[in-house]
């Protein structure tokens, strides 16, 4: 292996989880500050570097918004590694739209991390196996 590409492949592995933050809250709410700030910390707390943030004021029951179009568009660009969130009702009302799209992340090399650890990436791949048994899909 030549030099360059060496050093390319140990600089890819050597830095830190970069790590994207995403806040949603439905109505105006005076915690979401303090929840944007327990997602900062535990990212520091974990040697993460903070890439973006999106913090907004929408429904969870469509996953058609502006602040997953954010998230989706940062992970088509490859600028993340890590998607912070306090749980997944974040993401989404919808159990299984939510883990479709955290299977979507997974493809593109982007882990969940709920800071309640209720959902990851391994997770959802197997309640999507389930879904898929109890409506006699194929495996």
Do not use: P
């Given at each position: 292996m030549d030099e360059p590409r060496k050093v390319a492949i140990y600089m890819r592995f050597a830095r830190a989880p970069r790590a994207w933050i995403y806040c949603r809250t439905a109505e105006p709410n005076a915690f979401a500050p303090r929840?944007?700030?327990?997602?900062?910390?535990?990212?520091?707390?974990?040697?993460?570097e903070i890439v973006g943030c999106t913090s907004k004021q929408e429904t969870g029951t469509t996953m058609i918004?502006?602040?997953?179009?954010?998230?989706?568009?940062?992970?088509?660009?490859?600028?993340?590694?890590?998607?912070?969130?306090l749980n997944a009702s974040k993401l989404g009302q919808d159990i299984w739209n939510t883990?479709?799209?955290?299977?979507?992340?997974?493809?593109?090399?982007?882990?969940?991390?709920?800071?309640?650890?209720?959902?990851?990436?391994?997770?959802?791949?197997?309640?999507?196996r389930t879904k898929q048994a109890m409506q006699g899909e194929a495996i």
């Open positions: 929840r944007q700030q327990e997602l900062t910390a535990f990212a520091k707390d974990n040697h993460y918004r502006s602040g997953l179009a954010e998230i989706t568009n940062a992970a088509l660009r490859g600028e993340m590694d890590i998607l912070l969130v883990l479709e799209y955290v299977g979507w992340l997974g493809k593109h090399n982007v882990e969940v991390v709920c800071l309640n650890g209720e959902l990851s990436n391994w997770e959802e791949g197997r309640f999507l």
